[in-house]
């Protein structure tokens, strides 16, 4: 009978081993955080977010129905985006204001907080529920540049190391985060944007000052401001207006009934027409900084017979490209 007794407990131990290899746990992945393509010359902050999803599972025999997951990232703040040495700061957060970071424990920080019940009458169950993840760029960097005159990932890659994931399985009174200390699994993720190559391009008039004679040469200077990506290689032409020659450029009268020869040059000297290329004028090419370049137009009316008096103008276009 003894012997009958022995192997019994032994048969109700090892079933009770069994059950014990399966127990009440939780498991969160993260989806990648994409702000897409953007123009850190416009120097706006830039929004984008991800969704966080988190699943528990209960025996049917569980005494601890309640669950608080503790969803610690816990990587230095303000955070950063990067390609190579370059960076761009950006963050985190819990809300919709961007007042709350996402933070872990360890850092004396905020973690995401998710809590879930077991449904009351139910057998082996899972409960799952999303969390948004708000992310935001920083305003006024726009010194970011790209590389190699092309769209440039910069990116940031949380680790298994760095997202924690951190439950607690209560009766009556949920634990706190700063008590849960046991790491169960993690949810490694991608933040990530595109810096595109992009120009802004503004003019100011090239303004001749009045004149009765035509027996001097009149000059003046006006401006383009330029503020491309920082690295972007841009080339500036200048169209032929009303003439449509770069090369013999003319101003008309109000109202028709005479012309006014002139031209436009890259130099005070007035040495190297700006045109498109073509007759004999040449383009500007620079190399975008992020802020504002100022690049001078010289005018030129030469001495020319004088036309009838009147105001005489000419439209140009300038084409960045880039």
């Known amino acids: 009978m003894k012997r009958h007794a022995f192997a019994l407990l032994l048969f109700i131990m090892l079933l009770g081993g069994a059950n014990a290899a399966r127990?009440?746990?939780?498991?969160?992945?993260?989806?990648?955080?994409s702000f897409g393509s953007i123009s850190p010359i416009n120097k706006l902050a830039v929004q984008n977010g991800g969704t966080l999803s988190v699943s528990c599972s209960w025996l049917a025999t569980?005494?601890?129905?309640?669950?608080?997951?503790?969803?610690?990232?816990?990587?230095?703040?303000?955070?950063?985006?990067t390609n190579g040495t370059n960076a761009i700061q950006y963050d985190l957060y819990q809300d919709t204001a961007y007042s709350v970071q996402w933070g872990s424990t360890t850092a004396?920080?905020?973690?995401?907080?998710?809590?879930?019940?077991?449904?009351?009458?139910?057998?082996?169950?899972?409960?799952?529920?999303?969390?948004?993840?708000?992310?935001?760029?920083?305003a006024n960097q726009p010194t970011t540049p790209s590389v190699a005159n092309s769209d440039t990932v910069y990116k940031q890659d949380f680790t298994a190391a760095q997202t924690l994931l951190n439950p607690g399985f209560y009766l009556l009174f949920a634990p706190s985060c700063g008590s849960v200390t046991a790491t169960t699994g993690s949810f490694p993720f991608e933040a990530n944007a595109?810096?595109?190559?992009?120009?802004?391009?503004?003019?100011?008039?090239v303004a001749f000052a009045s004149t009765g004679l035509l027996s001097n040469a009149l000059s003046a200077v006006g401006a383009l401001s330029v503020q491309c990506t920082n690295g972007?290689?841009?080339?500036?032409?200048?169209?032929?207006?009303?003439?449509?020659?770069?090369?013999?450029?003319?101003?008309?009268?109000?109202?028709?009934?005479?012309a006014v020869g002139y031209q436009l040059?890259?130099?005070?000297?007035?040495?190297t027409a700006w045109g498109d290329g073509s007759a004999g004028?040449?383009?500007?090419?620079?190399?975008?900084?992020?802020?504002?370049?100022i690049i001078p137009v010289y005018g030129v009316v030469p001495v020319q017979g004088t036309p009838a008096p009147?105001?005489?103008?000419?439209?140009?276009t300038a084409t960045i490209s880039f």
């Open 23 to 33: 127990a009440d746990g939780c498991t969160a992945s993260m989806s990648t955080v």
């Open 232 to 258: 972007d290689a841009y080339r500036i032409s200048l169209d032929g207006g009303s003439s449509t020659n770069v090369g013999a450029r003319t101003m008309q009268r109000s109202g028709g009934g005479g």
């Open 108 to 138: 004396n920080t905020t973690p995401i907080v998710v809590s879930l019940d077991k449904p009351v009458i139910s057998g082996d169950v899972t409960v799952s529920t999303t969390v948004p993840v708000y992310g935001r760029i920083t």
């Open 62 to 81: 569980t005494i601890t129905p309640h669950v608080i997951v503790c969803l610690n990232l816990a990587a230095p703040s303000p955070r950063t985006l």
């Open 265 to 271: 040059y890259l130099d005070s000297q007035d040495k």
């Open 194 to 205: 595109t810096v595109t190559n992009n120009c802004n391009i503004t003019a100011t008039n």
């Open 310 to 316: 009147g105001t005489y103008s000419d439209t140009i």
């Open 281 to 293: 004028t040449t383009m500007v090419t620079g190399t975008g900084s992020g802020a504002a370049q």
